[in-house]
């Protein structure tokens, strides 16, 4: 079983930055894909960014310039750095892995931004 557990958010004024961070574990198949994603009550889950294990990138053009995403393969980790954050940017973010093994999604941590 593969358990995802992401960290890092909490409340940021407008403009200012946060890291969050997404920590794999279980059986974890070598190619996979890391993404996040944010939703907010009543909306749809949207794709934020992407990294695959080789590194290649991908990003939501409303966070291109702003969010930046990485990943650690010795510890199947994958962050998330958003700076220059915006008030309609509240949301839960949720950590998702893709793999040859299934498709996996963790808890989601919240992340306010105040105007």
């Known amino acids: 079983q593969v358990q995802l557990v992401e960290s890092g958010g909490g409340l940021v004024q407008a403009g200012g930055s946060l890291r969050l961070s997404c920590a794999a574990s279980g059986r974890i198949f070598s190619a996979n894909v890391m993404s996040w994603f944010r939703q907010t009550p009543g909306k749809q889950r949207d794709f934020v960014a992407s990294?695959?294990?080789?590194?290649?990138?991908n990003f939501a053009d409303s966070v291109k310039g702003r969010f930046t995403i990485s990943r650690d393969n010795t510890k199947n980790t994958v962050f998330l750095q958003m700076n220059s954050l915006k008030p309609e940017e509240t949301a839960v973010y949720y950590c998702r892995l893709i793999t040859l093994g299934g498709d996996y999604w963790g808890q989601g941590t919240q992340v306010t931004v105040s105007s």
């Open positions: 990294i695959t294990s080789g590194g290649s990138t």
